[in-house]
């Protein structure tokens, strides 16, 4: 997946693509640190070292994709509610069409009968 990820870069944002690839590095060090606890059949007190320290990479991933996509959310709200803005100025600022007048029904009725009898 890493290797993916550096060579695609699958995101349009170089902040999602560089972010995927940390959150990947973080997957691979706790895999690998869990790994190594489990094989080298270390005492509790590392074990539980290892294990705050792992804590802390996750927690540091977390606050890391929350302080990168928070403001993207922000900027993306601020741009639609711009856009909407926009939108609704120039359709205020719009001329209205003007509508063609429509002949009364008993006008065009009796239009159709003289050009009915006309063309008889």
Do not use: H, Q
Not at 6 to 22: A, G, I
Not at 72 to 83: E, R
Request: include cysteine.
């Amino acid at each position: 997946m890493l290797a993916y990820l550096l060579l695609v870069k699958p995101f349009k944002s170089d902040t999602n693509n560089v972010m995927n690839v940390y959150n990947e590095l973080v997957i691979m060090v706790c895999f690998l640190s869990v790994l190594a606890m489990n094989l080298l059949n270390l005492a509790e007190s590392a074990r539980n070292i290892w294990g705050w320290i792992l804590i802390g990479l996750v927690l540091i991933s977390l606050l890391s994709i929350w302080a990168t996509t928070i403001p993207d959310m922000i900027s993306t709200a601020w741009n639609y509610f711009k856009s909407r803005k926009k939108d609704n100025e120039n359709e205020k600022n719009k001329v209205p069409k003007k509508k063609t007048a429509e002949l009364p029904a008993n006008l065009t009725n009796s239009l159709a009968i003289k050009v009915a009898s006309a063309s008889k």
